[in-house]
């Protein structure tokens, strides 16, 4: 064997190989379809690979588009912002809705709508921009909290507690939503709730402004207008920018009888915000109290023009209507009033106003009771159903209301002298001087109160309430505060000193009234005013009947 050949490595050659291993097979002729599949195989790996690198290159395209769409939607949400900022709500809504059009999915861009169609009273379309964000985002507490407050404007107070529930559940230290849950808690009338409320939200922020104006909702709802005044005070010294504030104290100040107090609080108001709905109402209320209906109305209108689905303006606007006599205004209003806001009980305090003023004491009594039922704190209107039972004859009935409403309110003089005139019909004199002098007692200068304690002292059919010198002092009080300037007043003096014998001071001073008819209300009176003229000519003492 040749050492250096090695036949493993590479095949032997030469014809005796080619002889001895000759492993070839003959040719054979390859089919047709079989090139037909190589060929179509070929093909269809071709589409495939083609297809994936299509599928690619658009994947990266649509990546790089989508990235530049998120983009855009983030710059015209920022826009929106800054045109919100503005006040440009129409512009703001806009770009806002080119962000929600590039991502679909932008949760704050529905948010920042939303918030947006709530600042130009568009509520439904509010609603459905929120609904829409915490859909796309349940996690955020703002969401539900802007939700809450669309549903306290369009006064479905159970559904906003339900939302500021949910924001407070998700961050319980945040005070605004205390404070958004307290204002809701005033809409349903549970004040103590309302009152915790603001109580936490003052913990987590002293100075937290809108949870003192919240207390200052819970205190007039109370009638505690003094207390309403401090807390609105207050909010106005932590936000004085804020037109609503001073509109909210305004009011309070009409209830205090502190008009001028009241005038330069709107005069604020609409410095800051001409177009304040409230600040309109508030004025409105001043002008109602002052007797100026017909400029009442005015403002009342432009509240609701600005705010029509504020149930109170319309309220407020029938109240002044009753007053004009106008019924059927005044119960349009109600109705509009009632579709607004179902539970508030002042649409039924009027609806009683109406009856009352059409002698239908039995309905008054009804629509009364209803208001007392939906606000039981709300000494008013028990004393209104007590004026109700009065009228219908109804004493005792009449003085259970009247005690009911000094239980609530027991430093309003008023509820004493409404009890006391009940007494009086009822013929229990005894407790209707105690209650006239407790009236008087907290009213020191009401020249009402002088002379309702003065007249009984000097006119009482029992000899034992009578007290003619007393009733003299009182009288000329009265007099004194009044300058003279009322018949009925004087009327009262003329039969004190009847009352002490000095019968020709007692027939001057009737002289004097009887040449005043424009001071009496009805010829009726004046007619009675001159029998008792006659009474004291003949040297005989009046005495009520």
Same mark, same amino acid.
């Given at each position: 064997?040749?050492?250096?050949?090695?036949?493993?490595?590479?095949?032997?050659?030469?014809?005796?190989?080619?002889?001895?291993?000759?492993?070839?097979?003959?040719?054979?002729?390859?089919?047709?379809?079989?090139?037909?599949?190589?060929?179509?195989?070929?093909?269809?790996?071709?589409?495939?690979?083609?297809?994936?690198?299509?599928?690619?290159?658009?994947?990266?395209?649509?990546?790089?588009?989508?990235?530049?769409?998120?983009?855009?939607?983030?710059?015209?949400?920022?826009?929106?912002?800054?045109?919100?900022?503005?006040?440009?709500?129409?512009?703001?809504?806009?770009?806002?809705?080119?962000?929600?059009?590039?991502?679909?999915?932008?949760?704050?861009?529905?948010?920042?709508?939303?918030?947006?169609?709530?600042?130009?009273?568009?509520?439904?379309?509010?609603?459905?921009?929120?609904?829409?964000?915490?859909?796309?985002?349940?996690?955020?507490?703002?969401?539900?909290?802007?939700?809450?407050?669309?549903?306290?404007?369009?006064?479905?107070?159970?559904?906003?507690?339900?939302?500021?529930?949910?924001?407070?559940?998700?961050?319980?230290?945040? %005070?605004? &939503?205390?404070? #958004?849950? =307290?204002?809701?808690?005033?809409? $349903?009338? /549970?004040?103590? +709730? *309302?009152?915790? @409320? !603001?109580?936490?939200?003052?913990?987590?922020?002293?100075?937290?402004?809108?949870?003192?104006?919240?207390?200052?909702?819970?205190?007039?709802?109370?009638?505690?207008?003094?207390?309403?005044?401090?807390?609105?005070?207050?909010?106005?010294?932590?936000?004085?920018?804020?037109?609503?504030?001073?509109?909210?104290?305004?009011?309070?100040?009409?209830?205090?009888?502190?008009?001028?107090?009241?005038?330069?609080?709107?005069?604020?108001?609409?410095?800051?915000?001409?177009?304040?709905?409230?600040?309109?109402?508030?004025?409105?209320?001043?002008?109602?109290?002052?007797?100026?209906?017909?400029?009442?109305?005015?403002?009342?209108?432009?509240?609701?023009?600005?705010?029509?689905?504020? %149930?109170? &303006?319309?309220? #407020?606007? =029938?109240?002044?209507?009753?007053? $004009?006599? /106008?019924?059927? +205004? *005044?119960?349009? @209003? !109600?109705?509009?009033?009632?579709?607004?806001?179902?539970?508030?009980?002042?649409?039924?305090?009027?609806?009683?106003?109406?009856?009352?003023?059409?002698?239908?004491?039995?309905?008054?009594?009804?629509?009364?009771?209803?208001?007392?039922?939906?606000?039981?704190?709300?000494?008013?209107?028990?004393?209104?159903?007590?004026?109700?039972?009065?009228?219908?004859?109804?004493?005792?009935?009449?003085?259970?209301?009247?005690?009911?409403?000094?239980?609530?309110?027991?430093?309003?003089?008023?509820?004493?002298?409404?009890?006391?005139?009940?007494?009086?019909?009822?013929?229990?004199?005894?407790?209707?001087?105690?209650?006239?002098?407790?009236?008087?007692?907290?009213?020191?200068?009401?020249?009402?109160?002088?002379?309702?304690? =003065?007249?009984?002292?000097?006119?009482?059919?029992?000899?034992?309430?009578?007290?003619?010198?007393?009733?003299?002092?009182?009288?000329?009080?009265?007099?004194?505060?009044?300058?003279?300037?009322?018949?009925?007043?004087?009327?009262?003096?003329?039969?004190?000193?009847?009352?002490?014998?000095?019968?020709?001071?007692?027939?001057?001073?009737?002289?004097?009234?009887?040449?005043?008819?424009?001071?009496?209300?009805?010829?009726?009176?004046?007619?009675?005013?001159?029998?008792?003229?006659?009474?004291?000519?003949?040297?005989?003492?009046?005495?009520?009947?």
């Amino acid at each position: 064997m040749n050492p250096d050949f090695d036949f493993h490595s590479q095949p032997p050659s030469g014809p005796a190989y080619r002889a001895n291993y000759n492993f070839a097979r003959p040719a054979r002729k390859t089919p047709v379809w079989v090139w037909l599949s190589i060929i179509a195989g070929g093909t269809l790996f071709a589409v495939v690979v083609l297809g994936l690198v299509s599928l690619f290159a658009w994947g990266v395209a649509r990546g790089v588009q989508r990235e530049r769409e998120q983009q855009q939607a983030e710059d015209c949400n920022e826009r929106g912002n800054r045109y919100a900022d503005q006040g440009k709500h129409d512009k703001a809504i806009a770009e806002y809705g080119e962000a929600i059009r590039l991502n679909p999915n932008m949760a704050v861009a529905f948010y920042n709508r939303g918030s947006s169609y709530l600042k130009i009273k568009e509520y439904d379309k509010a609603l459905a921009d929120l609904n829409k964000s915490i859909q796309l985002d349940p996690s955020d507490p703002d969401a539900y909290d802007l939700r809450g407050t669309i549903f306290d404007w369009k006064n479905d107070w159970t559904a906003a507690v339900a939302d500021y529930d949910r924001a407070i559940q998700r961050r319980p230290a945040q %005070a605004r &939503y205390y404070a #958004n849950r =307290a204002s809701a808690y005033v809409g $349903l009338k /549970d004040f103590a +709730k *309302a009152g915790r @409320d !603001c109580s936490k939200a003052l913990q987590l922020d002293p100075k937290y402004a809108d949870a003192h104006n919240v207390q200052g909702h819970i205190a007039s709802w109370q009638d505690d207008w003094a207390g309403a005044a401090r807390n609105y005070g207050r909010a106005i010294e932590l936000a004085p920018k804020r037109a609503t504030f001073y509109a909210n104290r305004a009011d309070a100040y009409v209830f205090l009888q502190q008009y001028e107090d009241a005038e330069r609080d709107l005069e604020q108001a609409f410095k800051i915000d001409p177009q304040c709905a409230s600040a309109f109402n508030s004025r409105g209320n001043l002008l109602d109290a002052e007797g100026d209906f017909d400029a009442a109305i005015k403002d009342y209108n432009r509240a609701i023009e600005l705010e029509s689905s504020r %149930a109170v &303006y319309r309220v #407020n606007r =029938a109240d002044t209507y009753c007053k $004009l006599k /106008d019924y059927a +205004k *005044a119960r349009e @209003d !109600c109705d509009a009033a009632a579709k607004l806001d179902p539970n508030n009980a002042e649409i039924y305090n009027i609806r009683g106003n109406i009856a009352y003023d059409l002698n239908n004491w039995a309905a008054a009594v009804g629509h009364y009771s209803r208001a007392f039922e939906l606000a039981p704190r709300r000494a008013v209107y028990v004393n209104n159903r007590g004026n109700a039972h009065r009228a219908a004859r109804n004493f005792p009935a009449a003085v259970e209301d009247y005690s009911q409403a000094i239980r609530l309110q027991p430093a309003n003089a008023s509820y004493y002298q409404n009890r006391g005139h009940a007494h009086v019909d009822a013929k229990d004199y005894g407790k209707a001087l105690k209650d006239y002098q407790e009236r008087l007692r907290l009213e020191p200068e009401s020249v009402s109160g002088l002379t309702d304690v =003065a007249w009984l002292l000097a006119t009482c059919p029992k000899a034992d309430v009578r007290d003619g010198k007393q009733a003299v002092t009182l009288a000329r009080k009265a007099c004194e505060l009044d300058e003279e300037d009322d018949p009925g007043v004087i009327e009262v003096l003329a039969a004190a000193l009847a009352e002490i014998g000095d019968f020709a001071e007692a027939v001057k001073m009737q002289k004097k009234a009887v040449a005043m008819p424009d001071g009496y209300n009805s010829e009726d009176g004046l007619k009675k005013a001159k029998e008792r003229l006659c009474d004291y000519e003949q040297k005989k003492p009046t005495r009520s009947e």
